[in-house]
């Protein structure tokens, strides 16, 4: 009797212990999910207004490579629009067929107001690109002449300079000022621009560097990295390939390129970087969305920036600090980023925040 009894213990001991073993083979399965895959999200124009997908003129596409644990081993992110005819192409195409009228003297853009509509003023460039943010040209023609544009990136203006070969070129950019004529703001780039001006006079004193409190975006970093605006015209002009003689800049045929981080194919490109080598699970978003700022501006349907509440705003445009110095404003992009995801099966459609496109 007490062999069948101390038999009947082992039984029980042997039941419970298979029991913890398979509870604890369960754990170990679900938190070894495998996300290994490729994936692919979107966010795109219009969504708000419900527009789908298939009907959008502009999407932004994030591709993740990702392995087993959830590390993010490859990243792209790509800006489609499409153009007249219909055709996609994507804004970080940095090509630009940009010619120069040194005949032409620039002269200031009408801004939109009440009484009148937006007039871009008189250029001396004609540019023909798919990436005008952060867009910079210069030339010098056979009389050293120099015709300078920069795309100030908060307004999104053309800020056009033009200096013959007796100028000072040591004149420092703060007194190359809206007021006095020796910078011009001639042609609106973009609608969107952070800052948009309702009278030029509000900003007589300002230079191109004088729109935001840090330079960073212009300054911080590429062809002007370091310069501030005490530093001269001179040497904004060798930063873009200008050789003097003396004073007197040589001539120099047309060239052209990007600003500070580099434009829309630099910005995508600083975060593709950042995301390489995080854990997709960690990092669910581009966007810290409790920062009180952006959330009281999320609605019940989870889209952010369509009205604005007192003490918050409609756009993420500060991330500098955060994703590799990009710049562009990041709400749509972390909606692209969060699909890609969904797809991984890290979070779900229902914790997708629609960013402002």
Do not use: H
């Not at 996609?88 to 002269?107: G, I, L, M």
Request: proline share 2%; glycine share 8%.
């Amino acid at each position: 009797m007490l062999k069948k009894y101390n038999l009947l213990i082992a039984l029980i001991i042997a039941l419970f212990s298979l029991s913890a073993c398979s509870g604890q083979n369960t754990e170990e399965t679900a938190v070894q999910k495998d996300y290994s895959g490729t994936y692919v999200g979107y966010s795109w124009k219009g969504e708000s207004k419900e527009v789908l997908l298939e009907d959008a003129a502009q999407k932004i596409e994030t591709k993740l490579t990702i392995d087993s644990k959830g590390i993010i081993t490859d990243a792209s992110m790509l800006f489609f629009k499409k153009d007249k005819e219909g055709n996609w192409y994507t804004r970080q195409d940095t090509k630009a067929e940009v010619n120069v009228d040194f005949s032409k003297t620039p002269t200031i853009a009408t801004l939109a107001s009440d009484n009148q509509d937006y007039a871009a003023g008189e250029s001396m460039f004609s540019v023909k690109t798919a990436d005008m943010m952060a867009f910079y040209a210069v030339a010098v023609d056979k009389n050293g002449t120099v015709a300078l544009v920069i795309v100030e990136p908060y307004t999104r203006y053309q800020f056009e300079f033009k200096m013959d070969k007796d100028f000072e070129y040591n004149t420092k950019m703060k007194d190359m000022t809206i007021g006095n004529g020796l910078v011009v703001p001639t042609v609106r780039t973009s609608k969107s621009g952070n800052i948009k001006p309702k009278s030029w006079d509000e900003y007589a004193d300002y230079n191109v560097l004088s729109f935001y409190k840090d330079p960073y975006v212009l300054t911080g970093q590429g062809v002007f990295e370091g310069l501030t605006k005490k530093s001269s015209i001179k040497e904004f002009l060798q930063r873009v390939g200008v050789s003097f003689e003396g004073n007197r800049p040589a001539e120099m045929e047309v060239s052209y390129g990007f600003t500070g981080i580099g434009g829309w194919e630099g910005n995508y490109q600083a975060i593709a970087d950042y995301l390489i080598g995080k854990n997709a699970i960690k990092v669910t978003s581009l966007v810290d969305w409790s920062n009180s700022r952006y959330n009281k501006n999320i609605n019940e349907d989870n889209f952010f920036g369509l009205d604005t509440t007192s003490g918050a705003t409609k756009t993420v445009q500060n991330s500098a600090d955060t994703i590799s110095g990009a710049t562009v404003r990041m709400s749509r992009e972390s909606t692209s980023y969060q699909r890609t995801l969904v797809k991984a099966g890290i979070i779900t459609e229902k914790e997708v925040i629609k960013g402002r496109f």
